[in-house]
């Protein structure tokens, strides 16, 4: 799963039109372990396409477009995909692995195919490059960029798209530098004390992460349009069903701006979510969210009982990683 800031790159693309004049795109798509039975495709000024399901199991729509970017949907992950006039767009991949399995086949399809490769090489970047010292970390991002720049420039590609991708490429370049430094200053907060907070419960009344000295704390920062955060929450709830009475506490912090605090309320209700449930009060801008430098979300943290950091950027729920490191400590 990509880190938001790689994401929200490529979503300035994602929502950028080139042309200005509608032409027909055909698109079918053909998605084994599918998460929905609609798929939908977004992009600039509010452009929606919802394709559902056939009885072919296949999804399949003819419609009108503007050549551009555009992101695909299943409703619980997403992909970036390029449209231009009178493309014939074949998708065929499995959702158990939703970026790996991507492939574009048919009449236009190059720079979707494109999208999706770049895509995996951020995401493996960021899985291996992250955790190298500054010297090798700068070597490997600058071999990154010139390797990339390289590869779209040799690519059978749109001119158009080749110039918003030297743009993305870039600003990966240049976020990718600002993340490391952020990730850096978020580990040397291992072993020392968390910042607090003192967040609104579901339940009613407040709580402050001070209520829960004595047990182990594990922090999930979340919103209701995160995408990415409501795929978590299978695994979160069976990881807080696995370690229900050992000391720890499972809380949940939603990052919903002030105006969402009634559909916080429902989505807690009806999803039946466990643990903890708070609300921030300033959502990205709240004390504890700005103390751990979070610049994308699902954001885990792992606190110990005298309310000193673990982890700062904790194995999320479906990481198996994480059950390892709550056995070590709870068993």
């Known amino acids: 799963m990509k880190k938001l800031f790689v994401a929200g790159?490529?979503?300035?693309?994602?929502?950028?039109?080139?042309?200005?004049?509608?032409?027909?795109?055909?698109?079918?798509?053909?998605?084994?372990?599918?998460?929905?039975?609609?798929?939908?495709?977004?992009?600039?000024?509010?452009?929606?396409?919802?394709?559902?399901?056939?009885?072919?199991?296949?999804?399949?729509?003819?419609?009108?477009?503007?050549?551009?970017?555009?992101?695909?949907?299943?409703?619980?992950?997403?992909?970036?995909?390029?449209?231009?006039?009178?493309?014939?767009?074949?998708?065929?991949?499995?959702?158990?692995?939703?970026?790996?399995?991507?492939?574009?086949?048919?009449?236009?399809?190059?720079?979707?195919?494109?999208?999706?490769?770049?895509?995996?090489?951020?995401?493996?970047?960021?899985?291996?490059?992250?955790?190298?010292?500054?010297?090798?970390?700068?070597?490997?991002?600058?071999?990154?960029?010139?390797?990339?720049?390289?590869?779209?420039?040799?690519?059978?590609?749109?001119?158009?798209f080749k110039v918003a991708m030297r743009r993305s490429i870039e600003g990966f370049n240049k976020y990718a530098a600002e993340e490391y430094d952020r990730a850096a200053k978020a580990n040397k907060m291992v072993g020392k004390a968390s910042p607090d907070f003192d967040y609104e419960n579901f339940k009613g009344g407040k709580t402050k992460l001070s209520d829960l000295k004595g047990k182990y704390v594990y922090i999930d920062l979340w919103a209701t349009w995160c995408a990415p955060c409501r795929a978590e929450i299978p695994y979160l709830q069976k990881i807080e069903e696995k370690y229900h009475g050992k000391n720890i506490e499972f809380v949940s912090i939603s990052i919903d701006k002030l105006k969402d605090n009634e559909k916080w309320k429902k989505f807690v209700t009806d999803k039946h979510l466990g643990g903890v449930q708070l609300f921030a009060d300033k959502d990205w801008e709240s004390e504890f969210v700005v103390n751990y430098g979070v610049t994308g979300i699902p954001r885990f943290i792992l606190i110990d009982p005298q309310g000193n950091v673990v982890k700062s950027e904790a194995p999320r729920p479906s990481d198996p990683e994480l059950d390892k490191q709550l056995s070590a400590l709870l068993n």
């Open 9 to 160: 790159l490529v979503l300035f693309n994602a929502l950028n039109v080139i042309g200005q004049g509608k032409s027909t795109v055909k698109f079918t798509a053909k998605i084994a372990n599918r998460n929905s039975d609609t798929l939908v495709i977004k992009g600039k000024d509010n452009f929606k396409q919802v394709i559902p399901i056939d009885k072919k199991q296949v999804f399949a729509a003819t419609f009108e477009a503007p050549k551009g970017f555009y992101m695909f949907s299943d409703g619980t992950e997403s992909s970036n995909l390029f449209l231009k006039p009178n493309s014939e767009v074949n998708l065929t991949m499995n959702a158990k692995e939703f970026d790996e399995t991507i492939v574009y086949k048919g009449k236009g399809v190059n720079e979707s195919n494109f999208l999706a490769q770049q895509a995996l090489k951020d995401e493996s970047f960021q899985k291996d490059a992250f955790s190298k010292e500054l010297g090798e970390f700068t070597a490997l991002l600058d071999a990154k960029l010139k390797a990339d720049t390289e590869n779209l420039e040799k690519g059978d590609l749109d001119p158009e």
